[in-house]
C-alpha cells in the first residue's frame, strides 16, 4: 500500500472513541476476511453465505464484491498487472476502515499477487485479518465458469486473465483452506464461522 500521501497538507484526525470502548459499545469486534482463489472457486458465493450466516446472528457483516467494486469506486482499473496491484491496494484500505468501524468485512477478490495481499494484511492489526483461499482445481473453475470468462479466455478474448495468461500466486499460510472443489458450500460456511468463533472474532 502507498506509504506517504501525495497530499502534504492533510492532517490526520482522531476520534473520541479508542477500539476497545467501540467494541463494548458495539458489541463486536471489527475482522477483515480475505477470501483469494480464481475466477469460479466460490470466493463469492462463500463470503455471502458466511455475510447471510453472520448477519442472522444479529452480527453486523459486509462483503466487498470484485465485480461489485468496478463498477463504482474501482471502475477506472483495468487488469494490467498495475492495475491489479491499485485494485487491492484500494481494497486493503477499505476493508481497514470497515474492520474500523467493527464490521466484519468479507473480500471476494482474484487478488492473485502474494504480495498485495501480504500488504492488506499488514494494514490491520494481528488477529483480525483472515486470509481464506478457496482451493478448487483449473478444471473445476473452468467447467463451472458461471461468467463464461474461461471461454473467452481461452479464445483469446481477454488478455491476462488469472490461471491461464496470467500467474496466481497461492497463499503459502493462510488462516484456512476450502476444497471448494469437493466440499459442500454449507461446510465451507460452517469453516469460516468456526475459524472466525475460534479467534474470538464472534461467538455464535
Request: charged share 30%; aromatic share 6%.
Amino acid at each position: 500500500m502507498q506509504s506517504q500521501p501525495k497530499s502534504k497538507n492533510i492532517t490526520w484526525h482522531h476520534g473520541k472513541l479508542e477500539a476497545a470502548e467501540r467494541e463494548e459499545r458495539l458489541g463486536q469486534k471489527g475482522a477483515v476476511v480475505w477470501f483469494t482463489g480464481l475466477s469460479g472457486s466460490g470466493k463469492s458465493t462463500v463470503a455471502r453465505e458466511v455475510e447471510l450466516a453472520l448477519v442472522s446472528n444479529q452480527i453486523n457483516a459486509f462483503v466487498l464484491d470484485g465485480d461489485n467494486i468496478r463498477h463504482g469506486l474501482n471502475s477506472n482499473l483495468g487488469f494490467s498487472p498495475d492495475d491489479r496491484k491499485e485494485n487491492i491496494r484500494r481494497i486493503g484500505e477499505v476493508a481497514k476502515l470497515f474492520s474500523e468501524s467493527n464490521v466484519i468485512t468479507l473480500t471476494a477478490f482474484i487478488s492473485p499477487y502474494r504480495t498485495d495481499r501480504d500488504l492488506a494484511r499488514k494494514l490491520v492489526p494481528k488477529g483480525q485479518f483472515f486470509e481464506i483461499l478457496c482451493d478448487a482445481p483449473l478444471e473445476v473453475c473452468e467447467d463451472r465458469d458461471p461468467k463464461g470468462l474461461y471461454k473467452k479466455a481461452r479464445a483469446g478474448e481477454i488478455p491476462e486473465f488469472t490461471g491461464i495468461s496470467a500467474p496466481y500466486e497461492a497463499p503459502e499460510q493462510a488462516e484456512l483452506v476450502l476444497k471448494t472443489g469437493e466440499e459442500s458450500l454449507e461446510e465451507s460456511t460452517r469453516r469460516v464461522l468456526d475459524l472466525l468463533a475460534a479467534a474470538g472474532i464472534i461467538h455464535i
